[in-house]
């Protein structure tokens, strides 16, 4: 199985500054990663795909770069909707596997 | 608008079953394979398997953790998902979610989500 690591697991940040978040596959994964959006009691909330595709509707302010096994998501001028967790995923091959979440809180 | 509306948890006990259904609306629920994933309580995502669909012979995937136990199904004649859930562990207690997967150039991944159904397994 391929693992996905996401550091930190835990961010503090203030409105207004811009944040990244990093996930580590233990194997190359092309670009088969979506990055996901949750917020305490609801459902994610899909925002890149393929690596660095914007999910319709999701604000340019979201932002994802990287391929193979190491990968970023950005976010600018967080705001205070912003505070969540994100997730990683990779849907390279079987099974499919999240990173652990990244806890965005607001400083 | 796209909606999924996952029903049918509930409390049991370990060793019993359940089936949890996922009703799709506002799309075609039958041009999509679907998924489901699970949260444990304070816990991060799991998915829990993918069924495709009938041009691809409704075969199934599962993560190992359920494979054997759980059981996916569909009936894109009342645009439904269904999950299978026997000899039930305290460990699968969690919120389950049903997810449409859509495909973009290649990339099959989930991009509408219901917002799930609590099972609890506990005696």
């Known amino acids: 199985d391929i693992q996905m690591t996401q550091s930190p697991s835990s961010l503090s940040a203030s409105v207004g500054d811009r944040v990244t978040i990093t996930c580590r596959a233990s194997?190359?994964?092309?670009?088969?990663l979506v990055w996901f959006q949750q917020k305490p009691g609801k459902a994610p909330k899909s925002l890149i795909y393929a690596a660095s595709s914007l999910q319709s509707g999701v604000p340019s302010k979201f932002s994802g770069s990287g391929s193979g096994t190491d990968f970023t998501l950005t976010i600018s001028s967080l705001q205070p909707e912003d505070f969540a967790t994100y997730y990683c995923q990779q849907y390279n091959s079987y099974p499919i596997t999240f990173g652990q979440g990244t806890r965005l809180e607001i400083k | 608008e796209v909606h999924l509306v996952e029903s049918g948890g509930g409390l049991v006990q370990p060793g019993g079953s359940l089936r949890v259904s996922c009703a799709a609306s506002g799309f075609t629920f039958s041009d999509h394979y679907m998924d489901w994933v699970r949260q444990a309580p304070g816990k991060g995502l799991e998915w829990v398997g993918r069924?495709?669909?009938?041009?691809?012979?409704?075969?199934?995937e599962y993560a190992a953790s359920v494979k054997g136990r759980f059981t996916i199904s569909r009936d894109d004649s009342k645009n439904s998902l269904y999950l299978q859930m026997n000899s039930l562990k305290t460990e699968d207690t969690a919120v389950y979610y049903c997810?449409?997967?859509?495909?973009?150039?290649?990339?099959?991944?989930?991009?509408?989500w219901g917002k799930g159904t609590t099972v609890t397994v506990s005696s």
């Open positions: 194997q190359g994964i092309n670009n088969y």
């Open positions: 069924t495709r669909k009938k041009v691809n012979g409704y075969t199934t």
């Open positions: 997810a449409r997967v859509t495909v973009v150039g290649g990339h099959y991944y989930m991009d509408v």
